[in-house]
């Protein structure tokens, strides 16, 4: 409604503008200043009669830059945001600069030395002679600045063009500079960095004496001298305004600036960010911006799909049948159908009003339950039933946390309060399979009152937070001609047929085709190496599931057991030669090798030995005396481990203290069954990085071990962190075919208190189920006291 009013008044004041030149014109003919004046702007808007087609004549931008930087900053200026000014936006440089990127001001006689006074006096000049009568607004900006320029745009319609005004960043200098700058207490400047605006009026009057502001300069500052010229000729200060430093950001970090991460308050709230010194942080800050304003769309895309649904069901219409609504005879609500390029998406789902209840369950089973989040996570879902807040749903609390933030404080500045996060204290969320995310959260704020009465309290808030899904998009990548080995699979089809064949048929026969995309071949040998030092009678259940899943099958593994020769286990230490000579007499073809060492033991350095004994391109897997597998599992990683490209690091499912459990189920658990895997049988070892499959050539690359650790531990992580660094990808999942058989934890004594107790922590965390430990502290209830 607003801005139809807003167009009314427009309308009719260029109206009445024409008929007074009109008047004008036929009363006088000496009258032709004004009358060229009237045709080149507002006459123009009224041939297209759009209030869009005043956007190009809203703001002209001056960028000042110099001839090393064209292809650079102001080319990445240029095709990012100078791409989108609604006006016009122009390059200066030095006389005789040439580039055939950016639209290009070479100035006469003005060369690239610093400080640029010339060069910015010269563009005010230019902009003045060329343009003063086509743009209501200048802006003298960097080649390091980012501008939003719609929300400049916003900001600009909202003020008065035609009053002198001098819009920046308000310096007074530094406090070394303080008497230096030759300003009087009350005089000012527009710190040039984040961008000066001047209307057309400043312009007009400043414009003409910029040779007397050249010929006056007190001191090398090009901004300060700007600001002088300008309070000189156009009588203006820079504005006096706090919010200034606010929605015209400078950060203070250098070239470090906007290199970062971008998702700041700070970021969020400007309208022009500087300094943008490396051209790619420009194209990247770009990028971020563009998705935030996708974001916002959406979010404006799901409030339209509402109003529909709403007036529709105002109509009364259901709203699940809107697809197929008229709004009058043979006028379709929806003039295009699914599939169709025009599709606006299912108002039925993307409609659906915010609540938490818009998801009704029919069933009891239906029933969505919540999962809390506090400095942990509490689930039920997983088989761990607390654990830390993985990295995906930190990054998604903290945008919450942002967008909540910034509604809270959107009326801030009207109420003379600013409210700042602190803390969650605790929330809920669940995923909610037709509409998305819902969250409950707890938020500890600080509520600070800076007018009237001041204060600063702590207040808690809840908030309620809905993230709705906004349809499928689906994104056809040409993958033809990029490297790798997708290149001869898709070839055949268009990508997104291949994606809606699989989505759409039958899973189990079309998900071959994205397995053996990789050339997997079932023969490949894997080369198992196992640490060993004493254990025998666990080292025997080892050989019993290596002899029925790789020696009876006749798989393609061999085995490296690198062995301990130790003062306190030299009886375990002969059986297990003896053991492993057995096997090998029984199957002679089988590749069965013993390394053995007196060494100290250390895990990294005895894996170490056991790579030394594979072949250059060998498959090898880092395995533990505790683990029993199944051939499903020996297919996994033949599968998840690509030479140069993927390394497989599978989660082991542990089992608890058999003291806790069904008695026969460590019997069972050779070869390892499917029903073993429940709540109470054991948990998801999220922490061990130990089993690994890894190419030995890739291990090669990557550094080894890093053999200075000793004992055990860490070396897993350390290797884990070095792929993680490394461009190779990393499978984590858990595998169901790898069991890790409970075996006392010692606590050693000699550890240090912090470490001990790690070490205890883990101890108590494989003891038993929680429902376990839970019935047997009730049944034993009075022992506890
Ligand atoms: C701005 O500077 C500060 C410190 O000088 C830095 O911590 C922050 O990350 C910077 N912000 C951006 C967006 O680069
Ligand atoms: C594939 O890339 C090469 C160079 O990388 C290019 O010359 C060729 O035109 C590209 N072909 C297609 C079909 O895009
Ligand atoms: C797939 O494996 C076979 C047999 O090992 C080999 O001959 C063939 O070259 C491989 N193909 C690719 C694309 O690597
Ligand atoms: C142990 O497991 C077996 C096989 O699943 C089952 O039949 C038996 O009832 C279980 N015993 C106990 C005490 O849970």
């Known amino acids: 409604m607003a801005r139809r009013n807003r167009l009314l008044k427009l309308t009719l004041g260029i109206l009445i503008g024409i008929i007074a030149s009109q008047l004008i014109d036929s009363d006088s003919s000496g009258f032709c200043h004004v009358e060229k004046n009237m045709e080149v702007s507002p006459l123009k808007l009224i041939d297209q009669e759009n209030a869009r087609s005043s956007n190009k004549n809203l703001l002209f931008v001056g960028v000042m830059t110099a001839a090393k930087y064209l292809d650079t900053r102001a080319k990445a200026a240029y095709d990012t945001w100078g791409k989108e000014v609604p006006g016009k936006v122009m390059f200066f440089s030095s006389e005789n600069s040439y580039s055939a990127h950016v639209p290009l001001v070479a100035l006469p006689g003005v060369d690239d030395s610093y400080p640029p006074q010339k060069k910015s006096f010269m563009m005010l000049r230019y902009m003045y002679e060329e343009f003063a009568d086509q743009y209501e607004w200048f802006l003298r900006a960097d080649d390091d600045v980012y501008i939003r320029t719609d929300r400049l745009e916003e900001l600009l319609r909202s003020v008065d063009s035609r009053k002198p005004w001098f819009i920046g960043q308000t310096g007074r200098g530094t406090t070394d500079e303080l008497g230096l700058l030759a300003l009087d207490s009350d005089e000012n400047f527009c710190m040039g960095g984040p961008g000066v605006l001047m209307s057309r009026e400043t312009l007009r009057r400043a414009a003409p004496h910029v040779d007397r502001c050249l010929a006056h300069l007190y001191t090398t500052h090009e901004d300060v001298e700007l600001g002088r010229c300008v309070r000189r000729y156009a009588g203006v200060a820079c504005t006096w305004s706090y919010e200034m430093q606010v929605i015209l950001y400078h950060n203070q970090s250098g070239p470090a600036a906007f290199s970062g991460d971008l998702k700041q308050k700070e970021v969020h709230k400007a309208i022009t960010l500087h300094p943008v010194k490396q051209p790619q942080n420009m194209y990247r800050l770009h990028n971020y911006v563009k998705g935030l304003k996708i974001q916002q769309d959406q979010q404006d895309s799901i409030l339209l799909h509402r109003d529909i649904a709403m007036s529709m069901q105002e109509l009364g219409y259901r709203i699940s049948s809107l697809d197929t609504a008229d709004l009058a005879e043979n006028v379709p609500l929806f003039p295009v159908g699914k599939g169709s390029d025009g599709y606006l998406g299912d108002t039925s789902i993307l409609g659906a ?341 890894i190419y030995r050539s890739d291990f090669k690359n990557l550094g080894g071990f890093d053999l200075m650790i000793t004992g055990w531990g860490y070396e897993d992580v350390t290797l884990f962190d070095n792929v993680v660094r490394s461009g190779l990808k990393i499978v984590r999942t858990p595998d169901p075919g790898l069991v890790h058989v409970f075996h006392q934890v010692k606590c050693d004594d000699s550890l240090d208190a912090e470490q001990k107790n790690m070490c205890l922590g883990t101890k108590a965390s494989t003891l038993g189920s929680l429902r376990n430990l839970q019935n047997i502290f009730l049944k034993y209830k009075d022992l506890f006291r």
């Open 353 to 693: 009003p915010s609540s938490l209840n818009r998801y009704t369950p029919r069933d009891l089973k239906d029933v969505l339950e919540w999962e809390l989040i506090s400095k942990t996570i509490y689930s039920h879902r997983d088989g761990n039933p607390r654990r830390r807040i993985g990295t995906s749903m930190k990054e998604g609390l903290n945008d919450i946390i942002i967008e909540v933030m910034e509604l809270i404080n959107a009326y801030s500045n009207q109420r003379g309060r600013i409210i700042d996060f602190k803390d969650i204290l605790y929330g809920y969320w669940r995923l909610d399979p037709i509409y998305g995310v819902d969250l409950i959260l707890d938020l500890l704020l600080v509520y600070r009152k800076y007018r009237g009465h001041k204060m600063t309290v702590q207040v808690r808030r809840h908030a309620y937070v809905q993230q709705t899904y906004t349809g499928i998009f689906v994104k056809e990548i040409d993958t033809r001609n990029t490297t790798g080995s997708l290149v001869s699979a898709t070839e055949s089809l268009p990508v997104h047929k291949k994606l809606v064949n699989q989505l759409f048929s039958k899973i189990s026969e079309k998900l071959q085709p994205i397995l053996s995309i990789h050339n997997i071949t079932t023969d490949t040998n894997i080369n198992f190496i196992l640490p060993l030092s004493g254990r025998f009678n666990t080292f025997r259940r080892f050989m019993k599931t290596y002899e029925e899943v790789c020696l009876k099958e006749m798989e393609a593994t061999k085995l490296y057991v690198i062995l301990y020769k130790e003062e306190n286990s030299l009886e375990d230490f002969q059986k297990t030669l003896d053991l492993v000579e057995d096997l090998r007499q029984k199957y002679p073809s089988s590749v069965l090798r013993i390394i053995w060492t007196e060494e100290k033991f250390a895990r990294g350095k005895a894996l170490q030995l056991g790579v030394d004994e594979v072949e250059e391109d060998g498959l090898m897997l880092f395995i533990d005396v505790d683990i029993v597998f199944d051939k499903h599992s020996l297919q996994r990683m033949r599968r998840n481990t690509v030479l140069n490209k993927k390394i497989y690091f599978p989660i082991v499912y542990s089992l608890y203290n058999p003291k806790f459990l069904n008695e026969t189920l460590s019997e069972r658990v050779n070869p390892v069954t499917p029903d073993v895997i429940n709540e109470d049988n054991g948990f998801w070892r999220q922490f061990g990085f130990g089993i690994v499959s």
